[in-house]
Structure formats: C-alpha cells, structure tokens
C-alpha cells in the first residue's frame, strides 16, 4: 500500500522528487511542452493554412510556437510578463520578417498601439483560458484586426475535465464547442471553422486531472503522448473525433 501511495505522489508532482511549488508549476509546464515537437508541429500544421503576411501573437508565453509564425511581413508577439517577452525577443528578432515583442495585457491594456500594425490574422493558443474576461479580449482583438482579418484559436475542451491541472496552470474555465461559437459571435467574428482535436489526450488529463489530482503533466506520460502523435494524427485525420482535449476554431472579421 506505501508503494501505492508512493507511486500516485509521484504522478501528481510529475515524477519529480519533492513537492513543486505553485508558482513554479505553469513556467515548468511551458518548458515540458516546448520538448513535444510532434505535437507542437500537429497544432501549427492544423492553422497554418489560415496564415496571413501581418501575424498578432496573443500570449506568446517561452515563444515554443513562435517560430512558426515567422516567414510573412510582420509578427508582433505579447505577452503580460516581462521574462516571456525578453525570452521571445533574444530568440527571434533579427531575422527576415519584422519582429516585434510587446509587454500587453489584451484584457486590460489599450490596443490602441496595435491597430496600427493592420494585422490580418491574430493567433491565440492555450490562452484565452487563462483570461478571467474572455469576451473582453476577443472583442480587443477583432478591434486590431484589418476587415476579413481571422482569428486561430485553439483552446481547452469539455468543462467535465476541469481539474488540478487546469487549477495550476491557472486555468479560468475549459470550453464547450456552443460556448465558443457563441462568445466568438458575440465579439463580432463569423466561424468558418471549428472542430475537436487530441482526442487520445482527453483520457490522459482526465486520469491525471480528476482521478489522480496531479499538479502538473507527467513528464513520461506526455512523452509517450508526443511518440504516439503520428498515430493521433492519422486517425483524426480521417475519423473527425466528436470530442477531444482541444478546441480549434477559426474566426473572421467581417468586411
């Protein structure tokens, strides 16, 4: 029975001797993700093909997606912490597109310095979650963007998974598909798209999430996730899950 509880202590601290701290656990999230390359690569291949030339990053976090935005006329990259927005601009200006890094709240802040910039497209992954406001910042967001501008959003699916994991990273909510169509429409944003992914993902944070109470991914578990990514792919490729871990949606600004 020890070896029990041993094992499930363990799991929840992510297979990390010690207990974490808080105010560790979301940075320490951001750098087990940037090591999930096939994931990562699944998520921007999935939204690539809306890319506009002039790209707002909202929430840009370490930049573990960043780079894949480069390659058009502009990026702009915010974020609402110092760190993050120094790490993204040691690691990506200079290049060939006009990078720019920013210290903004999109909830709070004034947009007014972005709407100059013209974008055609913002991108926001795993991060409007973590906004207590969220139709506020959509509605900044349209706000900055040209008319036909698009929205990629990609964020956590199905309310019924909402546990320690969501709690730690500092999760606000997790989404159901009508909530998002419903507060994207409401911002102003007609949906072209929206659809389901990481379908295989949902069982793993659910066990994790609500059953063993962990405080963050397992480093193991999320690495064996990554090697089966190719498998995922495939299968929802052709299969469209009804359910799954995330939400992806796109949206359009009319005109």
């Known amino acids: 029975m020890e070896q029990v509880d041993q094992w499930i202590n363990r799991a929840r601290d992510g297979s990390r001797p010690g207990m974490m701290d808080k105010q560790d656990i979301p940075r320490e999230t951001l750098d087990r993700i940037s ?3 096939s994931m990562n690569s699944w998520i921007v291949d999935v939204i690539r093909p809306y890319f506009g ?3 707002l990053e909202v929430g840009c976090g370490i930049g573990n997606l960043t ?3 480069l390659g058009g006329d502009l990026l702009v990259s915010i974020d609402i912490r110092d760190e993050y927005v120094e790490t993204v601009r040691r690691r990506f200006s200079g290049g060939p597109t006009r990078f720019e890094s920013l210290n903004l709240d999109i909830e709070a802040d ?4 972005l709407t100059a910039y013209d974008f055609d497209t913002a991108i926001c992954l795993n991060v409007l979650e973590h906004i207590r406001d969220d139709g506020k910042a959509l509605t900044r967001i349209i706000q900055v963007l040209q008319p036909g501008g698009r929205l990629l959003l990609l964020v956590p699916a199905l309310k019924a998974l909402y546990g320690t994991l969501d709690i730690y990273v500092e999760h606000h909510r997790r989404y159901g598909r009508r909530e998002i169509v419903r507060k994207l429409e409401h911002a102003g944003f007609s949906v072209e798209h929206i659809f389901f992914m990481h379908f295989a993902g949902a069982f793993g944070w659910w066990l994790n999430s609500r ?3 962990s405080r963050i991914l ?3 578990q999320i690495g064996l996730y990554d090697r089966l990514v ?6 929802e490729e052709r299969m469209h899950p009804p359910v799954g871990l995330s939400l992806v949606a796109v949206g359009r600004k009319p005109g």
């Open 53 to 55: 030339r002039r790209i």
């Open 110 to 113: 004034s947009v007014d310095k």
């Open 211 to 213: 059953i063993l109470k």
């Open 35 to 37: 090591r999930l390359d």
């Open 230 to 235: 190719p498998l995922f792919r495939w299968a």
């Open 67 to 69: 780079g894949a935005f």
């Open 218 to 220: 397992p480093e193991n």
